[in-house]
T-cell receptor, first 113, second 110 residues
Framework: DAKTTQPPSMDCAEGRAANLPCNHS???????VYWYRQIHSQGPQYIIH???NNETNEMASLIITEDRKSSTLILPHATLRDTAVYYC??????????????FGTGTRLQVTL | SQTIHQWPATLVQPVGSPLSLECTVE??????LYWYRQAAGRGLQLLFY??????ISSEVPQNLSASRPQDRQFILSSKKLLLSDSGFYLC?????????FGPGTRLTVT
């Protein structure tokens, strides 16, 4: 799986958009970009994933650059409950096989009033 | 909808005692199952995964073992706990893409 690089921490004011970057310059053509987050003392929570196209769901948007070497997770209106560690993970997925995730150190997002 | 259960939520065990943590999934069949551990202040480490009943793959050599006696049941065990086994143990399930985690068991070995 390709290595990812994320800033260790970020701050965001409540109500503003939080843009979390991730570099994955060695990503290969069949590797997906995943985002998870972990709120303190809880298990990680799946947020979104994508391969080439930008993706949006009820939680967030994922913007992947055309060369796929980086991506940005966007929380459009951050709230205090979005304070968490956000993990960007790149991996290949095959039907019928286990999806082994390698969690790095992530970005600690602090949402403030 | 799918639900994943883990118990107990917290556990304090003496060094040398046995361990059994249980994880069950509801609302899906033939899931892939995983055990992770998170030591205090550290990242998540994948310990075991299973793609079917009786099929266990170990990611790191350690003092722990896993079993999958039923399709939606995953058990983490140890015969003799070490101090270094303390941590936050998380069970997860997946199909193809996204992985869903349980509430976790916080184990303290004293």
């Amino acid at each position: 799986d390709a290595k990812t690089t994320q800033p260790p921490s970020m701050d965001c004011a409540e109500g503003r958009a939080a843009n979390l970057p991730c570099n994955h310059s060695t990503i290969s053509g069949n590797e997906y970009v995943y985002w998870y987050r972990q709120i303190h003392s809880q298990g990680p929570q799946y947020i979104i994933h994508g391969l080439k196209n930008n993706e949006t769901n009820e939680m967030a948007s994922l913007i992947i650059t055309e060369d796929r070497k980086s991506s940005t997770l966007i929380l459009p209106h951050a709230t205090l409950r979005d304070t968490a560690v956000y993990y960007c993970i790149v991996r290949v997925d095959f039907t019928g096989t286990a999806s082994k995730l390698t969690f790095g150190t992530g970005t600690r997002l602090q949402v403030t009033l | 909808s799918q639900t994943i259960h883990q118990w107990p939520a917290t556990l304090v065990q003496p060094v040398g005692s046995p361990l059994s943590l249980e994880c069950t999934v509801e609302g899906t069949s033939n899931p892939n199952l995983y055990w992770y551990r998170q030591a205090a202040g550290r990242g998540l480490q994948l310990l075991f995964y299973s793609v079917g009943i009786g099929q266990i793959s170990s990611e790191v050599p350690q003092n722990l073992s896993a079993s999958r006696p039923q399709d939606r049941q995953f058990i983490l065990s140890s015969k003799k706990l070490l101090l270094s086994d303390s941590g936050f143990y998380l069970c997860a399930w997946s199909r193809v893409h996204e992985q869903y985690f349980g509430p976790g068991t916080r184990l303290t070995v004293t």
